[in-house]
């Protein structure tokens, strides 16, 4: 193709099939749709020149991290550009003094929380992937310690981003308040590559706990389980995991339900023993290391036990204090419609996992039922379609489910505002069918 060698002028490229096919899909089970090129820049000016480049002659762009999404987000479905930023991983600037951290957004955040080791200081978000700072702020990852640290949103402070006709521009700041204009940042934050590309982040610095405790908790019934959640956030747990008991069998374990928690002060896991036998545990532990590297590789685990097949991972949040309904009404749908599923999840903030392996036409067609069945539930009971994985391809249809049809149109106008040619990975976030109506799911 001409333009790809005009590319190739001001920007190093790829096109060997390795290369394209690593860009063409993430971890999920959607398609994979190589990219006709992977541009691969290494500073934001160059971004910013591929963008403005493609825009002209409208051709589609879609961001790439480190491909661990599991909603297809980063799969360019339009092919086009994948646009790497896995050059641009450079941490820039750390300031113990301002409690910030100024990284290029292809920076792994384990490779961030590596150059802090040992100086009191993480960058608080935690996820099982081996994410890039700029795909956790895409997507607005969370993970276990969300409880306690919150989403990747409360860890941004600002932003370098590219927009798709090519104009660089910065968002928030250096300080930890700021209260001038509208806040743009978390405009981008979640954005899923649709708006622009963030080429550089400022984030925050959170001090390392000096003390891990942690208690496995395990329980004849769900209901009891949850009772103990509320008494778990009081004690500022530091995670609340939720196993359900067919997942723990699945690990080799106890089939019960049961909670795994982490506490970032001396005294809090002999406490939180304590209420948990006042709870009704049928079993108390501190033996939860074993247990908590198995909840990290929940995803791989349950894609080594099924090989071949695709999974499909639901990510519905409900307010918590419906936490326990929603995983009973999952847990008796997967018997219903006889499905294998893996169910754990985020119990401190309500934020479930059904991780669902399907092979073939003909075992798809149950899974998307269940998960409509429980993005359904999650809306009736006041939660959402997405906790932390993001929209991507998968979820489209939810949006206006959740957001109603007048959310939805001010959202396109966002997008036609900054991306108006639509270049910014296309065929994601904004659903091509508007259904309000949760029973048309
Ligand atoms: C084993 C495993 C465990 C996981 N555990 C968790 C978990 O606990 N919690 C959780 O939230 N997620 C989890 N994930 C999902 C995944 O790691 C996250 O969604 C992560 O944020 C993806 O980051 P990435 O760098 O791989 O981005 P990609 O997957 O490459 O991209 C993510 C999205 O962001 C866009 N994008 C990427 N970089 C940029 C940029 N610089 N500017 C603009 N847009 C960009 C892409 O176009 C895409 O839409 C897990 C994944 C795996 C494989």
């Not at 339009?78 to 100024?102: F, P, T, W």
Request: proline share 3%; glycine share 12%.
């Amino acid at each position: 193709m001409n333009w790809v060698s005009e590319l190739a002028g001001f920007v190093s490229v790829e096109t060997g099939e390795a290369v394209r096919a690593r860009h063409g899909g993430d971890v999920s089970g959607h398609d994979a749709v190589w990219p006709d090129v992977v541009a691969m820049p290494e500073s934001a000016v160059q971004v910013a020149a591929v963008l403005a480049w493609a825009n002209e002659r409208e051709l589609p762009v879609t961001p790439w991290g480190a491909g661990t999404s599991v909603e297809g987000n980063p799969i360019p479905v339009r092919g086009g550009i994948s646009l790497s930023l896995e050059r641009m991983n450079r941490v820039k600037e750390i300031r113990l003094e301002d409690r910030l951290a100024v990284v290029e957004a292809g920076t792994k955040y384990r490779e961030l929380n590596r150059q802090l080791a040992g100086s009191g200081w993480q960058f608080a978000v935690e996820i099982g992937g081996d994410a890039t700072i700029g795909g956790m702020i895409a997507n607005n990852a969370a993970g276990p310690k969300a409880v306690k640290y919150g989403s990747t949103k409360a860890h941004v402070l600002g932003l370098e981003v590219a927009l798709a006709d090519g104009r660089l521009i910065r968002t928030g700041g250096r300080t930890w308040k700021q209260s001038c204009g509208y806040n743009l940042t978390q405009l981008f934050v979640g954005s899923e590559g649709t708006l622009g590309v963030i080429t550089e982040a400022i984030v925050k610095l959170t001090p390392t706990p000096a003390v891990r405790e942690v208690v496995v908790a395990r329980f004849a019934s769900v209901r009891e389980a949850v009772r103990c959640v509320g008494a778990m956030r009081a004690l500022d747990a530091g995670a609340i995991e939720f196993l359900d008991r067919s997942y723990m069998s699945f690990l080799g374990e106890e089939a019960a339900d049961t909670l795994f928690c982490e506490f970032h002060t001396e005294g809090h896991g002999r406490a939180a023993e304590a209420i948990f036998l006042a709870g009704g545990a049928t079993e108390v532990s501190r033996a939860g290391e074993t247990l908590w590297a198995a909840r990290l590789r929940a995803y791989t685990a349950s894609q080594e036990a099924n090989p071949g097949a695709r999974l499909l991972t639901t990510d519905t949040a409900v307010p918590v204090g419906a936490f326990a309904e929603m995983v009973e009404f999952l847990q008796a749908e997967l018997a219903r419609r006889e499905l294998t599923g893996y169910l754990l999840g985020h119990a401190g903030d309500g934020n479930l996992h059904v991780i669902l392996p399907w092979r073939g036409e003909g075992e798809w067609g149950a899974v998307e039922g269940f998960h409509r069945a429980a993005v359904r539930k999650s809306l009736e009971l006041g939660g959402t379609a997405s906790g932390e994985h993001g929209v991507g391809m998968g979820k489209r249809e939810f949006v206006a489910t959740e957001h109603g049809e007048e959310a939805v149109a001010v959202m396109r106008g966002i997008k036609a505002m900054l991306d108006p040619r639509g270049i910014l990975n296309p065929g994601k976030v904004l659903p091509e069918r508007i259904v309000t109506n949760a029973n048309e799911l």
